[in-house]
C-alpha cells in the first residue's frame, strides 16, 4: 500500500469504529437507562453549549435513554 492508501484505510477503519462504539452506546442505552442518564448527568455543567460533533450524539443518546426510561416504567 502506498501512504496515500494507508492513510484512506486508517480513516475508514476509525469511522468503522466510531460507528460501532455508537451502536453499542445506543444499545446500552436500551438496556440501562438509568446508567446512562447518569453518566450524562455527571458531565461538567454547560457540555450541550459546546459546539461539537459528540455534544449531538449525548443528545441523541439522552433522548434515547430517556425513551426506553419511559417505556420500561409502561407509559
Known amino acids: 500500500m502506498t501512504p496515500k492508501d494507508d492513510r484512506v484505510h486508517a480513516f475508514l477503519t476509525d469511522l468503522k469504529h466510531r ?4 451502536r453499542r ?4 442505552a436500551e438496556e440501562n437507562p438509568e446508567l446512562v442518564l ?6 461538567p455543567k454547560g457540555w ?3 459546539e ?6 449525548l443528545i441523541r443518546l439522552r433522548k434515547a435513554a430517556l ?3 419511559r417505556a420500561k416504567e409502561g407509559g
Open 38 to 43: 447518569a453518566y450524562i448527568e455527571a458531565l
Open 52 to 57: 461539537d460533533e459528540e455534544v449531538l450524539v
Open 25 to 28: 452506546l445506543f444499545e446500552k
Open 67 to 69: 425513551a426506553a426510561l
Open 19 to 22: 460507528r460501532e462504539a455508537a
Open 48 to 50: 450541550e453549549t459546546l
